[in-house]
């Protein structure tokens, strides 16, 4: 049985077959639209969370299956003093096929250890969030039409920001990939990132403050938003909260065909009047994320259809 942990979990060529399957799915939709017929997807989140969430319902129910679960930890037996160990021990008699968030890293990790049906990474602390780098990487291959020869633009919060991390593992798979890594100094990537990933790979990758330096460059500017929930303290969040906001004016200084990703949600740092520009692709990114996770569940539950 396969659990998705991190995006390395798949290699080059399964995530290569799944982005394809994710694909054919936007194209028929009708032909999945029974493939989970009598299967059940529990979403397992003792965390916040809009898209992640939903979306991995709307992709069970696309393909005929049902869904259960609970969204905060306060509402879980987690409340009463629960481990994951022992509720997933439970979901898994329950359900087929399990997502999981957490603000503890690892905790999913710990979960798979003692399941029965395939747990999915929804998300662990400041760690990683495969499931949106699928997401970020089938927005690519789509609106880009490739996944190698790519000048990325990270901006925001590089510290804590899981859908950074994962999606730097990922794309240093591909040839040619280049970053421009924009943060303010105290929210730089961790030093793991920048040394055992970046490095020991050769991957390029400069780091700078100014969005305006990196701008011209850029085939993706990735945005985040500054992670409040992970700082020790407000009047640090407080200060970093605007570092950066994408504008108008800010976009005149970009190719013509540089997309603006963000995986949402956002707070200042795109200015809505962005929304309007051609290259903005963070609501059809979060369209591409229903499809993604329909092909994850179909290739975890080994689902063929034909
Ligand atoms: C991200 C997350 O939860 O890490 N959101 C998401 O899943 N789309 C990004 C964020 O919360 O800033």
């Not at 393909?63 to 439970?90: M, P």
């Not at 949106?132 to 789509?142: C, P």
């Not at 950066?244 to 809505?272: F, G």
Request: hydrophobic letters at 40%; one cysteine or more.
């Amino acid at each position: 049985m396969q659990h998705l942990m991190s995006p390395l979990d798949l290699s080059v060529e399964e995530l290569d077959r799944l982005l394809t399957l994710a694909n054919d799915i936007e194209s028929h939709p009708q032909k999945y639209a029974h493939a989970c017929e009598g299967k059940k997807l529990a979403t397992c989140f003792y965390e916040p969370s809009t898209r992640t969430r939903l979306s991995f319902e709307a992709a069970m129910l696309n393909l005929g299956g049902s869904v259960l679960g609970f969204s905060t930890a306060d509402s879980s037996s987690a409340a009463k003093g629960e481990s994951v160990s022992d509720t997933i021990r439970v979901i898994s008699c329950y359900a087929d096929i399990c997502a999981m968030r957490h603000p503890k890293e690892g905790a999913p990790l710990v979960a798979s250890q003692k399941s029965t049906i395939p747990v999915i990474n929804a998300g662990d602390g400041g760690h990683q969030h495969p499931t949106q780098t699928l997401t970020d990487l089938l927005t690519i291959r789509s609106l880009k039409g490739r996944l190698d020869n790519l000048t990325i633009g990270l901006c925001g919060d590089l510290k804590f920001g899981r859908t950074v991390h994962s999606l730097i593992h990922a794309l240093i798979r591909y040839p040619n990939i280049r970053f421009m890594l924009i943060s303010p100094e105290e929210l730089r990537v961790p030093s793991y990132i920048r040394e055992d990933v970046l490095r020991k790979n050769q991957v390029p990758f400069q780091e700078v403050e100014r969005l305006e330096e990196a701008m011209g460059q850029l085939d993706i500017l990735y945005m985040t938003r500054v992670q409040r929930e992970r700082f020790f303290n407000e009047d640090d969040y407080v200060r970093m909260k605007d570092f950066y906001i994408l504008n108008k004016k800010k976009m005149a200084l970009a190719k013509e065909d540089m997309i603006v990703m963000h995986p949402l949600p956002r707070v200042n740092e795109i200015s809505v009047d962005v929304d309007d520009d051609p290259r903005a692709a963070y609501f059809k990114q979060a369209q591409y994320g229903v499809y993604v996770r329909m092909a994850l569940i179909l290739t975890l539950m080994e689902v063929s259809v034909c």
